[in-house]
Nanobody, 125 residues
Framework: VQLQASGGGLVRPGGSLRLSCVASVRTFSSYVMGWFRQAPGKEREFVAAISWSGGSTYDADSVKARFTISRDNAKKTVYLQVNSLKPEDTAVYYC???????????????????WGQGTQVTVSS
């Protein structure tokens, strides 16, 4: 499984971006997808996860009501809509995948097997 994240950039506080992650895998709909981020000098942290069907999602408390994870299985793509951005959202954002047909949504790094290369989001005026 190969994951390619994109969509990052430089944005002013309060702005928005849509991050995308395209998967090179035959059965994308069999994978739970997640987004993590890593700010300079900090550990990677969980942001959001979505079930294989898209019917179940979970967001970290720090991004609730501002970030939305979604997926399009036909396009083999998972998205992260990031709104009302704050300087503390500055980080490299990574998408991750793990094979699962259940409803459990992993929130720890070690629960994911495949990782994308990351896309930089910088929030600054």
């Amino acid at each position: 499984v190969q994951l390619q994240a994109s969509g990052g950039g430089l944005v002013r506080p309060g702005g928005s971006l849509r991050l995308s992650c395209v998967a090179s895998v035959r059965t994308f709909s069999s994978y739970v997808m997640g987004w993590f981020r890593q700010a300079p000098g900090k550990e990677r942290e969980f942001v959001a996860a979505i079930s294989w069907s898209g019917g179940s999602t979970y967001d970290a408390d720090s991004v609730k009501a501002r970030f939305t994870i979604s997926r399009d299985n036909a396009k083999k793509t998972v998205y992260l809509q990031v709104n009302s951005l704050k300087p503390e959202d500055t980080a490299v954002y990574y998408c991750a995948a793990v094979y699962s047909s259940g409803t459990y949504l992993p929130k720890k790094e070690r629960e994911y097997l495949y990782w994308g290369q990351g896309t930089q989001v910088t929030v600054s005026s």
